[in-house]
């Protein structure tokens, strides 16, 4: 089945414990991004990825790193996290060409405490 | 990247058919429009993309009018589960990788 996988589902840690959220993409598709999505600020763009090792910041990108060291694979990665990243994480992937949309994972939701 | 606007909610009974329109002024010549849907606690799922006059498939119709200055989602005859976000996306082009998600159309379809 073609699909965008992320793990874990959910996630609870403690502030400045770095953690990585990984996002895996079974579709051979060249772009990849992250989202993050708070109640009453929508999507936010984090991070997105053209290929393997380009990527680039959206609108959000403090606080976040990313790697693309293979084409299917585009870890988040929190070196510290903090209260204000709790949020719920979304991973997504698109084929190249202008005619096709993301398809995004089923989400993860990190909590900081 | 251009702006979206969209209702931030509608109503909807069984059976009907629901248009949602979004305003996109400053969309630029490359810009394609893209639609989204999304349930609670779920990533959104693509439902439609065009760039111009009318594109439909199997689950909406996305009219555009001329000056592209905005565009229209049509569901026809939707079901309880419609109830939504739907969202509006102006930009996706050859080249470029960055999207904006707007507030998105809350739609709540009723038995």
């Known amino acids: 089945e073609a699909q965008v996988t992320q793990n874990p589902r959910y996630l609870i840690t403690v502030t400045g414990k770095k953690l990585t959220v990984t996002c895996s993409q079974n579709m051979n598709h060249e772009y990849m991004s992250w989202y993050r999505q708070d109640p009453g600020l929508g999507l936010r763009q984090i991070y997105y990825s053209m290929n393997v090792e380009v990527t680039d910041k959206g609108d959000v990108p403090e606080g976040y790193k990313v790697s693309r060291k293979e084409k299917r694979n585009f870890p988040l990665i929190l070196e510290s996290p903090s209260p204000n990243q709790t949020s719920l994480y979304f991973c997504?992937?698109?084929?190249?060409?202008?005619?096709?949309?993301?398809?995004f994972g089923s989400g993860t939701r990190l909590t900081v405490v | 990247l251009a702006k979206t606007t969209q209702p931030i909610s509608m109503d909807s009974y069984e059976g009907q058919e629901v248009n949602i329109t979004c305003s996109h002024n400053?969309?630029?010549?490359?810009?394609?429009i893209t639609w989204y849907q999304q349930f609670p606690s779920q990533g959104p799922r693509f439902i439609i993309q065009?760039?111009?006059t009318k594109v439909t498939n199997e689950v909406a119709s996305l009219f555009i009018p001329a000056d592209r200055k905005s565009s229209t989602l049509s569901l026809p005859r939707v079901s309880l589960s419609d109830t939504a976000v739907y969202y509006c996306?102006?930009?996706?082009?050859?080249?470029?990788?960055?999207?904006?998600f707007g507030a998105g159309t809350r739609l709540f379809v009723k038995a």
């Open positions: 997504a992937s698109r084929p190249g060409g202008t005619y096709y949309g993301y398809t």
């Open positions: 065009g760039y111009k």
């Open positions: 996306l102006v930009g996706e082009r050859t080249g470029g990788f960055k999207t904006i």
């Open positions: 400053n969309i630029a010549t490359n810009d394609y």
